[in-house]
């Protein structure tokens, strides 16, 4: 099996999506679709000036879920930042916290996120997140 450096320089494995991040996708992605969610990110966006929170390039491109998609690693996180969440992703979807990202700052949470390591990102970023939330 195959593996690459994820952007804090640990081994990751490069394997297909597994069932349940596939029944996930499959939720969630017809909710960024709404109208509701479109007019919340449009709303984020602004407040942002569309700046990314972690390297500050004016070139954002994403309203990412502070907490992710994976419910266990929510509730976790959601502790951490002494914050509270509903239990379930369709219950916080629309909840937040959110952040403003760039691609390459999003996509580095993204993995890290996808592997379990969110509370790792959360922990190298943590003065930004405590102003962001």
């Known amino acids: 099996m195959r593996s690459r450096l994820d952007p804090m320089g640990a081994r990751i494995s490069t394997r297909p999506p597994s069932v349940i ?10 909710m960024y679709q709404t109208k509701e969610w479109s ?16 390297c500050g390039v004016n070139r954002v491109t994403h309203v990412d879920h502070l907490l992710g998609h994976n419910d266990a690693i929510a509730a976790e996180a959601a502790f951490c930042l002494g914050v509270s969440a509903a239990p379930t992703w369709q219950g916080r979807f629309y909840e937040g916290p959110f952040l403003t990202l760039c691609g390459p700052c999003h ?20 003065c930004k997140l405590l102003f962001e939330i």
């Open 39 to 54: 007019q919340l990110r449009s709303k984020i966006m602004s407040r942002s000036s569309k700046t990314c929170l972690i």
């Open 107 to 126: 996509s580095s949470k993204t993995v890290l996120e996808q592997n379990g390591r969110l509370l790792e990102w959360m922990q190298a970023h943590w």
């Open 21 to 30: 991040t596939d029944v996930n996708r499959a939720i969630r992605d017809p």
